[in-house]
């Protein structure tokens, strides 16, 4: 089996043996890396709740980078950049229709008889890696009630179909991630799941931040990063009065590529902010004043 | 023999009469020098003739001798014969008409041609008919005639004869009593209109005989507002609407005539000639074009006006409604094309925009509204069109028409609003006395120990109050501070910044010269042109040039970007002390005019802040003793920046907020006599405008109602945020306010036009006021067996529903029947299906549900007698009966039950139902008494949790006016469309047809209601809501099928079933 290989012109990994090489950008708001750190040493699983596109994945990608730990079995297969030190990260992104199969596997037919696949989570598990469950109040409630066991200090994963129990490997730890923001009441976090995690609260970052980010991932110059900045806040005002989400720092960033690229800034705005926030009408004229307000 | 031929004449005279001897007497000198021998006894036998056969009607006689010398002296004598005999004519019809006609004589012989005085004793003998009533006419018109003849000319006359008798005919009372008036008129109309406006009176005779008076008393002064070339086409205009529809003509006349003078009488023949096409193909399209034309005229360019023109024309050959909708700019076809080819932007199309466009740069909910809505609360604005800000809303003016083109009128909104909001970003009424400056070295502190006065409510009062000149220390300050806030827009808004840029220097061209104010005020003037970014270099008088570059360095110290508020009063500071050393006088002319000299010095003076009597020059401020000379003109304010009143606003927010704070009183304790005498000194106040009174009159009425505002407002938040406080004491003190309602405007559908009237109807919305929860609880105990019904069978039905999807290509795991199908397959060759797996798929409720109740009078229908009352017979058991009688008392209320009880009883078991379910609903009643108030009462808003005061309101709905359907359909529609549900139902409630007064075409027939409550729910469905209708209205099912057509609706006939029915439907339409 390989754990790595390059086919035509893209790299295909397993889920559990895809780490990160390179140090991935990211501007610490306040102690949240801390935080992490030491739960991750403690084991302690972690809720990361804030809106859309206020990197809390790259948070985690980072953390993954960072916590990266010596060598261990499983790990010396792998290469990596660091010295061969990583933590894998394996994510899976959640919908209403995860099935408890999806995560922890399920038989497949192979001929006359079947076979065994293990699910993503069940791999992590094994692997000792980050699992990170985005967007989990989207998966179904029986699917939510699956990770109980891994949360507390058991750190079991009960494979029913299996008649199997594992054990956590050292390295794992469960990771999730949750948008207060738009989930309606129905689709609330049940206070038994929730109360199982530690919570990083994240917000959009403050200007001053938000324009390194946007420096340094759109590439582009102080000034226009302080201007988008600026926009982003401006839109972010608007939230509960017209827009659901504010801009998220992602959509800023978009924007300041297509400005680099060369595409005139009121265009770029348009195409990366306004458009992809709102059909309303009404919220997208709002919108474009302040943009044409903030860019010539 | 003539001799004696008068004797005998004389001697019947004296027969008859004894005056009338003595008049004939009195008059025959005159006539002697005046006329032959033979002349003078045809005249002495006229009398005598006209005197008559009888003893009664010697008076003629007499009034011909007396009327004699003065009718003979301007007369030749054959016409002085020919007048006689026109007397002799008339007294043979009528002595009385003959002796009103001598005595009219005297007084109009000088106006009339010796021809014309025989016209018009003919015009006079014309009216006469032999009959009393004609006669009494015509003598009132030989009365009147010394009025009208001098004003007018026989051909009018005649043609006003010919009216009278025209009018007669219909009623001579009032013939009569106009012929009295007619002089004035005649008298204001001028001569040449005189004819057309007769034959306007003439047509309204015919047609409508009582507008004539009113016409003719109230038309000379009206139509003197049209063009004097253009009125015989206006009153020919208004003959030819007499003449088809009377009652029309003088609202056409009124309005029209006040339209015309709205507009440049060069426009007029346009105007009538537009109005004429239209005449010609219906009355009614005339009226209302050049009734509206003045609001055309200000909104169109010509060319533009004959697009519309043209398509209202054509609209109404294809439609008659729609062109007359059209035309009256009650359609919404009209004022899309009116508002599409004008250049005005009016605030209301734009308001939401821009409310979400300064919410975005402030960062707080900043409301947009009309400055007019701002001046109406009487809190201490007064100018009507100028921007301002209170430092919670900014007002704007209703429309803007400064520019040729909508994008530029909608960029100078921009810039007004941003003004405005930069304000509230900016901080401008956050001002701290103790906070530093940036920029500039704090004086403040030093200033305020040398204070005097001590206590104040704001900083900026504080601030303000080391000044002696107040006023003038305050036109600094805001002088600086827009100043500040405009450069720092600049800076922060880059794209703006041309536009905003474009706006300042249009403001500077409209500046007024300053030559003429006092240097101080110039100077003044000069600081706020530099602010606007004027680079004039502003040749001042050379004694004060060294001042001005010192004003100049510190205004563009105020204005860098790191600048705050605290900044722009460090350099109101050092303004004031500056402008204390302008001198206060109008200078001469031609110092404005002398250049710099080369070698001139124009080194500021050097100032010395630590030098102690600086301050106390401040203080005490050396020009303080001068009698300050009157301007000649105020400085009229930036029109984009408007008002602004740092002072004022400080205080209201401080207000308001102390008040956010206790929750109950006004944090800054303050009687409305403290306030008052605070408005004064903030020098904030316009007192010019519409109102009169003294000043402290007018701070007393701005106290007042601010601290009423206050009050309000303190309601309103209490109602909105805070949860209701259990009973206590304070909330029972003090006199409740009527919440104001909040308005809604809404089209309504006029099925014969095909089109919308536009902002038709207004909804008020309030909460429904709150009674007991008696009501509330008496149902459920009612009910209390189908209370624990509702709640089983809603239980079953509640969500997370999750149902297993079989056969599917992916999923949980196998479904172990395709498993071994597929298997099989296989063996037997065949190619197995792929679906093999099941899944558990979840079924989500997500639904919105608005309930609309009919309230109007007619659901105070009694429907039955209680079971218990009319069932149950009467028991022989005297103990039963005892108790029987007692149930029967205490059941007294229920005994009589009204639609609208049912109605609410079937709500409060819906509530149970619903409340089961966690369904998002709202439950709302309405009823109407005409298109401004169509009342919509909110028993349970969508977003809002079920109550206690739920359960208190549901007891106060009661029985109202009448039924609107229309905009109460479209104000839910809203609130459901606001919703974010999968399945949104809209369920109206009624207890019959739609009807409201002006909801249908002359009260009588119904089809307009119909069709308009039709196409609301058709509007409803559009918005993927589905809409249901119940009514218990027997005879429903008529209109329901044209109402509804394609949607459900159902007629409950037992009106007892109403509640279990509801529930039904419900789970019906809901699952």
Known sequence: ?296 | MSQAELTRIEKKLQELSPQLHQSFQAAAPALKSRLEESDLIAWAQDGLTIAGPTSRTWEAGWEYFLASPTVAQALTSSEFAAWAQWGKLLARESPTLACSFFKASIKVVSHLSPHDLGTWAQLGKSLYQGNWRSGTLACAFFDASDTLVPHTEMLVLDHFVQFLDKLAQKSPDLALSIVGAAGEVFHEVERPDQLHFLAVASALAETSPTDVKPYLRAGSKIIAKVAPQQRARFLTLAQRLALQSGSDTLPFIIDGSWALGEIAPDLHPLLLSLAERLMALAPGLAIAFLKNSPALISRLKLEDLDTWYQEGVRLYQTTPEAGLAFFKLESSHSEALLSHLSCRVELGQIVDTLQMYVTALTGKEVGVATTDSLVKKRVGWTAQDRPTTEGMSIFLPGFVERYETKKENFTWYKVASTHQSAHIEFASFEFDFLREALVFSNLRPELAKRAKKDGHVTDLERFFDLFSERKLAKDVFTTVEDARIDARVCHEYRGLRPAYQGVQRDSVQERPPFFRLTLREAFLEILTRIGLGSEEQFNVPPKVRPHLKWCRELLSQAQLPQATVEDAAEATIRLYAILLQVPNEIAPQEDWQTAPQPGESEAPPVQDFDDPHWFDMLQEGEGGQEEEPEPDQERPEVDYRGDFKPELVQLMMKMKLAEGQQGQKPGVPMTEEELRQLLEKTAELDITMDLSGDMSQISQLFAHNILEQMGMEKMTTSEDKAPPRPQGPDRTAGEPLQEEPQTFLYDEWDFRAGDYKPRWCRVRQKPMEEGTPDFYKRTLETYSGLVAQIKRQFELLAPEGVRKVRRLPDGEDYEMDAVIEAVADAKAGTTPSEKLYWQRKKVERDVAIAFLLDMSASTAEIITESKRGSSDPIPDNPRQYLAWLQGQRTGDERRYQRIIDVEKESIVLLIKALETMGDAYGIYGFSSYGRENVEFYTIKDIGESFSDRVKRRIDKVSPMHATRMGPAIRHATSKLAAQDAKTKILFLVSDGRPQDQGYSRDGVEKEYAIHDTKMALNEAKRKQITPFCLTVDKAGHGYLKTMCEDMGYEVVTEIESLPTRILNLYRRLAF
């Open chain 1, 1 to 296: 089996m390989t754990t790595e290989g390059i086919r035509g012109n893209y790299l295909e990994h397993m889920v559990e043996e895809y780490t990160l090489h390179t140090e991935p950008y990211y501007l610490p708001i306040a102690d949240e890396v801390e935080i992490f750190e030491a739960a991750y040493s403690l084991k302690i699983p972690v809720l990361l709740k804030g809106p859309t596109g206020c990197g809390k994945t790259r948070f985690l990608e980072y953390m993954a980078w960072r916590l990266a730990r010596p060598v261990t079995a499983i790990r010396s297969r792998a290469h990596s950049a660091k010295d061969g030190v990583s933590l894998p990260l394996v994510t899976v992104a959640c919908h209403e229709d995860l099935t408890s199969s999806d995560l922890v596997g399920r038989y497949l037919l192979e001929g006359d008889s079947t076979r065994w696949i293990d699910g993503p989570l069940t791999r992590a598990v094994k692997a000792g890696a980050i699992c990170y469950l985005d967007e989990i109040v989207e998966a179904r409630k029986d699917t939510t009630v699956l990770i109980h066991p891994l949360t507390d200090h058991r750190r079991i994963l009960p494979v029913e179909k299996k008649g199997q129990v594992i054990e956590a490997s050292d390295g794992f730890i469960l990771v999730v991630s949750y948008n207060p923001g738009y989930q309606s009441a129905m689709k609330d976090l049940k206070q038994s799941t929730r109360q199982r995690f530690l919570a990083i609260e994240f917000h959009y970052p403050p200007r001053e931040s938000e324009k390194r980010i946007i420096q340094h991932e759109g590439g582009v110059a102080e000034e226009l990063a302080w201007e988008l900045a600026k926009l982003g806040e401006k839109v972010r005002n608007l939230r509960e009065h017209g827009l659901r989400e504010g801009v998220s720092t992602r959509l800023l960033i978009y924007a300041a590529k297509l400005i680099k690229q060369g595409i005139a800034p009121r265009k770029a705005c348009q195409v990366a902010i306004t458009w992809p926030l709102t059909d309303d009408t009404e919220v997208q004229h709002s919108i474009e004043e302040v943009i044409t307000s903030i860019f010539e």
